[in-house]
Nanobody, 124 residues
């Protein structure tokens, strides 16, 4: 059973920088496509970024591209999300997700493993 635990959320100021971490246990981390999703109140869960097992491929949502980097350290079973130029509309619960896949996925239903989420609140 794969377990994912996110950390790094909190209250940040607009235009600030944030780094989220997600540590995985169980399974073969390097074989999973990993992703970050977010969900704001009364909104659907939204794709943010994903990364292939080897880190060769990444994909970003239009809303975060250019100010966000997803990365992973397979030796530490950890995936990261770095986001800069934060905006109040980035406020959401951020979820780490993993999929048994060799290709990038962007739909939440395509991910089998989920963390509990970490709240990010961006204050203006």
């Amino acid at each position: 059973q794969v377990q994912l635990v996110e950390s790094g959320g909190g209250l940040v100021q607009a235009r600030d920088f944030l780094r989220l971490s997600c540590v995985a246990s169980g399974g073969t981390f390097s074989s999973y496509v990993m992703a970050w999703f977010r969900q704001a109140p009364v909104e659907e869960r939204e794709f943010v970024a994903s990364i292939s097992g080897s880190s060769v491929f990444t994909r970003y949502a239009d809303s975060v591209r250019g100010r966000t980097t997803i990365s992973r350290d397979n030796a530490k079973n950890t995936v990261y999300l770095q986001m800069g130029s934060l905006k109040p509309e980035d406020t959401a619960v951020y979820y780490c997700a993993g999929a048994d896949s060799a290709t990038i996925r962007i739909g939440p239903t395509e991910y089998r493993y989920w963390g509990q989420g970490t709240q990010v609140t961006v204050s203006s």
